[in-house]
Each structure stands twice: as structure tokens, then as C-alpha cells.
């Protein structure tokens, strides 16, 4: 691979966005504006009321470095 090809790929990756306490609406759209698809979404069983209807993980550490098109997922606490 030449010096070019590389820096074209690694242009082509992107830093996933901090999701956690995000409404999934928010979520998305912060995704979206990256690149990057939003996939499944499950529920957790936390109590925090403080935190209901928000994010509370995602499938990729926010940071790290993935391609356009990459599905991350998340984790939500329903409010009860």
C-alpha cells in the first residue's frame, strides 16, 4: 500500500461520538453525522431515574477510530 492509499484510509475513519446520556433520537443523529449507523438498541434495568430514556452504553468506546457505515449500538434505560 502507498503513502497515499494509507492516508486515504485513514481519512476515511472517523472517532465515534460519546453517546451515553444522550436521548436515542440524539444518539442517532450524532451517528449519522459521523458516518457511522445506528443499530440495535436494548434496554438495561438501572434505577437511576436521573439517566431514564438516556443512553447508558454503546457497543464502541467513544474515541476510537472506525470506518463510515460502521453499526454501533446501544444500551438504553427505559423509563419505568
Request: glycine fraction near 8%; charged fraction near 20%.
Amino acid at each position: 500500500i502507498d503513502k497515499a492509499a494509507a492516508e486515504k484510509a485513514a481519512k476515511a475513519e472517523k472517532a465515534v461520538p460519546s453517546l451515553v446520556g444522550k436521548t436515542v433520537e440524539a444518539a442517532k443523529a450524532a451517528l449519522e453525522a459521523e458516518g457511522f449507523v445506528l443499530g440495535t438498541t436494548t434496554t438495561t434495568t438501572s434505577t437511576d431515574t436521573a439517566t431514564f430514556g438516556l443512553v447508558a452504553g454503546q457497543s464502541l468506546d467513544a474515541g476510537t477510530m472506525q470506518k463510515a457505515g460502521t453499526v454501533i449500538n446501544i444500551t438504553v434505560n427505559p423509563e419505568s
